[in-house]
């Protein structure tokens, strides 16, 4: 039998969210339960830093800051906080994203939103480990407009996939991919904001947050828990405004990479 990391500390601590869960219940929101589990651990003698920042780089530059839910021991263990009716796959390809990035020894997944107590153990067994990056270029069709530049930025979104996994937040991945595109050469314009116009009579100004590539894709890229048919509306609007055919919608969210390409 495999002997458990930090088994003592691990025990003292799923003793904690346990008690919480008991005096609290559940479906409350998760900065309740932070602020409770902060309590508990300090009480049991326990170092823990709630809303530990880090820096996610990509490619040894700085795409934006994370935090984790809770940091103990300086790293022997990190949790995360979840209100849900279950603990999903998608939370652990999430918890292993905060482990590569931290290097913690141990995460915590802590559920509140079951009918009683979740928890589950997930062991850096990714420590060392270097994400491999095979590009198997898609079924693009025979219509595909720019069909080099389109596999090219396929490629880009991919890269970052699996360099980062998924459970960060949008400006996180959207630098990361601009990062990606200047190390491929693929020349790119990020635009945060867009003049809006109805019949020349100007309106306002909206922000926008997309990716014009080589002038002739605009990329929008999310971290949501799907892309529906009004943003792909919205991105067809856009097309329109920046006077341009083809866009991608990329998101990071899933245990998938989800893209829509959309034409018009």
């Known amino acids: 039998m495999a002997q458990l990391i930090h088994k003592q500390l691990s025990y003292t601590v799923r003793g904690v969210l346990i008690d919480v869960?008991?005096?609290?219940?559940?479906?409350?929101?998760?900065?309740?339960?932070q602020k409770a589990i902060t309590y508990g651990l300090r009480e049991h003698g326990i170092s823990c830093t709630p809303e530990k920042q880090f820096e996610v780089s990509y490619r040894?530059?700085?795409?934006?800051?994370?935090?984790?839910?809770?940091?103990?021991?300086e790293g022997k263990i990190i949790f995360e906080i979840k209100v849900a009716p279950k603990i999903m796959p998608i939370h652990q390809a999430q918890t292993i994203s905060y482990l590569k990035l931290t290097n913690a020894d141990l995460a915590i997944i802590a559920n509140f939103g079951a009918k009683s107590f979740?928890?589950?153990?997930?062991?850096?067994?990714?420590?060392d480990k270097t994400a491999k990056f095979q590009w198997q270029s898609p079924?693009?069709?025979?219509?595909?407009?720019?069909?080099?530049?389109?596999?090219?930025?396929?490629?880009?979104?991919?890269?970052v996939y699996v360099i980062l996994g998924p459970g960060f937040i949008h400006r996180i991945y959207q630098r990361a991919v601009m990062i990606e595109l200047?190390?491929?050469?693929?020349?790119?314009?990020?635009?945060?904001?867009?003049?809006?116009?109805y019949h020349?009579?100007?309106?306002?100004?909206?922000?926008?947050?997309?990716?014009?590539?080589?002038?002739?894709?605009?990329?929008?890229v999310f971290a949501i828990s799907s892309i529906d048919e009004v943003m792909q509306v919205r991105m067809k609007t856009r097309l329109k405004q920046f006077n341009m055919k083809l866009g991608i919608l990329a998101n990071f969210y899933g245990?998938?990479?989800?893209?829509?390409?959309?034409?018009?």
């Open 21 to 33: 869960y008991n005096q609290l219940g559940p479906l409350l929101p998760e900065k309740i339960y």
């Open 60 to 73: 040894n530059i700085s795409a934006g800051k994370y935090y984790v839910d809770h940091w103990l021991e």
């Open 118 to 127: 979740e928890d589950q153990r997930l062991p850096n067994f990714i420590r």
């Open 139 to 159: 079924p693009l069709g025979k219509d595909i407009l720019y069909a080099e530049l389109t596999e090219g930025i396929l490629k880009v979104l991919y890269q």
């Open 182 to 197: 200047q190390y491929q050469n693929l020349g790119y314009e990020y635009i945060n904001k867009i003049q809006l116009y």
């Open 200 to 220: 020349k009579h100007y309106l306002d100004v909206q922000s926008v947050r997309v990716i014009k590539v080589e002038n002739k894709v605009l990329l929008g």
């Open 255 to 264: 245990n998938q990479l989800e893209l829509k390409i959309v034409r018009i």
